[in-house]
């Protein structure tokens, strides 16, 4: 399997604070995406960053791509109790034609009010 | 409302009884996927369609199969399942594979 692989396997911080997850992967990608996941729900989508691009931001989010150490690290900036679930990054390895999605096996973060 | 609909949410059933979980999304999507999700393995592609008709292996299809009869559709089907199928499975949406999924509440299923 080339899955994604998240580091770390766990993170607990408190209200305020800044979390950090990084994600390595295997072979080159079209695309790299971060999932967030609440307590055995369905996924929800959180950002895209494209093989061509470095670094994205959505509201507390900052997310950065360095293809060449085929790795992305996800920033939540002043974390809030409700930013608690687990994280996952996908990507869609180039040479499977973009067709596959491989997900990490995620980052359980908790925030501590 | 943009929504992945799964049924059934839960699910206990016994070896060898076929089962058929049915995933249903409202957004004219092309592309849909099924995955599984283990503790400590996170998600893992089972089969994903890219169109009517257009079906190919994931990464752990074995004991699965699936049918993309209509756009909106795409059953998973577990002819005879087995007790390592016991899993959280989700059915996921997007318009291009380069393009966000949306996805499904989930499937619980525990095979005895």
């Known amino acids: 399997s080339q899955q994604g692989e998240e580091d770390p396997q766990a993170l607990s911080i408190q209200e305020g604070e800044n979390a950090t997850m990084n994600c390595s992967y295997k072979t080159s990608i079209n695309n790299l995406q971060w999932y967030r996941q609440n307590s055995g729900r369905g996924l929800v989508h959180l950002i895209l960053i494209r093989s061509n691009e470095r670094e994205k931001h959505s509201g507390r989010l900052r997310v950065t791509l360095d293809t060449s150490k085929k790795s992305s690290s996800l920033l939540i900036t002043a974390s809030r109790a409700a930013d608690t679930a687990s994280y996952f990054c996908a990507t869609d390895p180039f040479n499977t034609g973009g067709f596959k999605t491989i997900f990490g096996a995620g980052t359980r973060l908790f925030v501590k009010a | 409302e943009a929504q992945v609909t799964q049924n059934p949410r839960y699910l206990i059933t016994v070896t060898g009884k076929k089962l058929t979980v049915t995933c249903s999304q409202n957004m004219n999507h092309e592309y849909m996927s099924w995955y599984r999700q283990d503790p400590g393995l996170g998600l893992r592609q089972i089969y994903y369609s890219m169109n009517v008709e257009v079906t190919d292996k994931g990464d752990v299809p074995e004991g699965y199969k699936v049918s993309r009869k209509e756009k909106r559709n795409f059953p998973l089907i577990l002819e005879s399942p087995s007790p390592n199928q016991t899993s959280l499975y989700f059915c996921?949406?997007?318009?291009?594979?380069?393009?966000?999924?949306?996805f499904g509440d989930g499937t619980r299923l525990s095979i005895l």
């Open positions: 996921a949406s997007s318009q291009r594979t380069d393009q966000p999924q949306h």
